[in-house]
């Protein structure tokens, strides 16, 4: 079996036992035993000291576990256990394929790295894998892949120690679909723009991202991103944007992914919130006012400082 760190492990931690689980019965025997870690279960309660066993990759018990053994067994005492940290804008998308290993993130926590900020490592088309092949920097690597899901597989296959996941970039089916001209999709180029987000949450995409500071993301007026995130809320998925402008727009801009969260039918996250520029700081109490009302009127609207 491949060793894979405690942290992927606790993940499940807190959905899968009661935090209040009971002493466990003595002389029980686990593939890892966390001893006297002080347990933060990431429900936001108080943490407390005890043990944490697990099976495979399941949490099998918590609590005093002191008769028990593992084929493992870490002493924990002063440190803290916790479910793996989420990385929700990685941008670890060719890192990883230089060394599966991760251990910038690993070892501050971050078991699950979500990648997609408005572009995605699929689908591609030939010019695409052309161009990224062409573009790379100090890493170099072979395009292997077509979409979204095999550009994962390839990393798991290679090897890594994370957790990895993604949201089909906005941007890229935009690419594939009409390159880096600055006009709206025809109807034909947008179904199969609508086409590719669909192929991609088949394989597991999280949602549509989008990063509408940069070009030729901008290109996209709300319709489109309306368009797209239509076909993700179809699967469950979540909208996440880097919103078009941070700073004199600010406003604006919010109000456009409230408008895609109404229109789309679709949670929405906004990427690192705040605002850019000294003359648009007092803006910060009304931008959050906006989303309180948003949530208030029944929207999904939730928003990061990553
Ligand atoms: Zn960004």
């Known amino acids: 079996m491949q060793p894979r760190p405690f942290l992927i492990r606790l993940l499940a931690f807190a959905t899968l036992l009661p935090v209040a689980s009971p002493p466990q019965a003595t002389a029980a025997n686990y593939d890892v035993l966390i001893r006297n870690g002080t347990i933060y279960d990431g429900s936001g309660r108080a943490p407390f000291v005890g043990d944490v066993a697990v099976n495979g990759d399941r949490i099998a018990a918590i609590g005093k576990l002191s008769g028990a053994r593992g084929k493992t067994e870490t002493e924990a005492r002063g440190l803290a256990v916790a479910p793996g940290f989420i990385n929700m804008l990685s941008w670890a998308n060719e890192s990883l394929i230089q060394d599966g290993r991760s251990q910038s993130d690993i070892r501050q926590g971050v078991t699950l790295e979500v990648m997609g900020e408005g572009e995605s490592m699929g689908p591609l088309n030939d010019s695409m894998k052309r161009e990224m092949s062409e573009n790379q ?29 993604s949201f089909v970039g906005a941007t890229t089916v935009r690419i594939h679909e009409i390159g880096y001209a600055d006009r709206p999709p025809t109807s034909a180029e947008l179904g199969r723009m609508e086409k590719l987000v669909r192929r991609a949450m088949q394989e597991g995409a999280l949602g549509v991202g989008s990063s509408l500071i940069y070009a030729p993301a901008f290109y996209a007026k709300t319709d489109e991103l309306i368009a797209l995130a239509k076909v993700a809320s179809g699967f469950g998925g979540v909208y996440i944007s880097h919103i078009r402008s941070e700073g004199t727009r600010l406003l604006e801009a919010a109000e456009e992914l409230i408008t895609i969260s109404r229109e789309a039918g679709i949670p929405a996250e906004l990427y690192h919130l705040k605002a850019a520029g000294q003359s648009n700081w007092n803006k910060l109490d009304a931008l959050i006012q906006k989303i309180e009302a948003a949530r208030a009127a029944g929207l999904r609207i939730t928003a990061d400082m990553s």
């Open 137 to 165: 920097g100090d890493i170099k690597f072979e395009v292997k892949w077509t979409t979204l899901g095999e550009y994962l597989d390839f990393l798991v296959q290679r090897g890594i120690s994370c957790n990895v996941a």
